[in-house]
């Protein structure tokens, strides 16, 4: 895992998938200066500022790397090498999580940090427990991110970024809005342990349940590409 993972490092900071990171690292930044100039109540321009920043880098920048985790390796002929050898197929998608998915996960809150920051010094009195909340909600979002992007990516090998990033800019763009399926969603259990300070009517749930519904939503996803990579026949008409 750990010979993957030095692998998948060296891709990333060698490829182009990083500037994309880079872009969404901005958004906290861009969206708080962005908010300070007409915006005058702080809640507000910090709520608009987590949320896109949730909306995009914790959900966009695992999909972006992870997605194509296994096809990758089917597109670049490489999984003769992992598949030939006495390990399990799983390490090489685990060895990958663990080359990204612990940098977005620092990344991220760091971000929103810059964030607030900006959003701290604008007029208003801002409460230090909204970051508080968001920096360990925004890591555990990338963590779920990165589990979702794996597991739909070996799903659909042939197109997974196409796949992932439709999810992720349509579905789960959705789900959030419809209390009947909103449990399906990332975004909306990171946005309840965040707790924006918002309405108390425009979002629903507790910060403890929707921990444990990010944990469920990991689990399955991880679930769903152990099965599929230990599965998954490279050249043959189901991959």
């Known amino acids: 895992m750990m010979v993957v993972a030095r692998l998948a490092w060296k891709r990333l900071v060698r490829g182009r998938a990083i500037y ?3 872009l ?16 005058a109540d702080p809640a507000e321009r910090w709520t608009i500022v987590a949320e896109l920043t949730f909306r995009s880098l914790v959900l966009i920048a695992p999909v972006v790397h992870l997605a194509g985790a296994l096809a990758e390796e089917t597109d670049g002929k490489t999984y003769t090498y992992f598949w030939s050898r006495p390990i399990a197929r799983e390490v090489v998608l685990a060895g990958k999580m663990l080359a990204v998915t612990p940098l977005l996960a620092v990344v991220a809150p760091i971000a929103l940090a810059v964030g607030f920051v900006i959003v701290a010094a ?62 399906l969603s ?16 425009s979002i629903s749930g507790q910060p403890l349940g929707s921990v444990l519904g ?12 152990r099965w599929r990579v230990r599965t998954f026949e490279p050249g043959s008409v189901e991959g």
């Not at 969404?24 to 915006?39: E, M, N, Q």
């Open 20 to 22: 994309v990171t880079v």
């Open 24 to 39: 969404l690292s901005c958004v906290p930044i861009l969206l708080a200066l962005a908010t300070a100039v007409g915006i």
């Open 122 to 183: 604008g007029p208003g009195q801002s409460d230090p427990a909204w970051l508080a909340r968001a920096a360990p909600a925004a890591a555990l979002g990338v963590v779920a991110a990165s589990a979702f992007a794996v597991g739909l990516g070996t799903l659909v090998p042939r197109h997974p970024l196409v796949a992932a990033l439709g999810w992720a800019f349509l579905v789960e763009q959705v789900l959030p809005l419809v209390p009947a399926v909103q449990n």
């Open 186 to 201: 990332a975004v909306h259990h990171v946005e309840v342990i965040a707790a924006l300070p918002r309405p108390p009517d």
């Open 214 to 225: 990010l944990i469920i939503l990991t689990v399955v996803w991880l679930a769903v590409a």
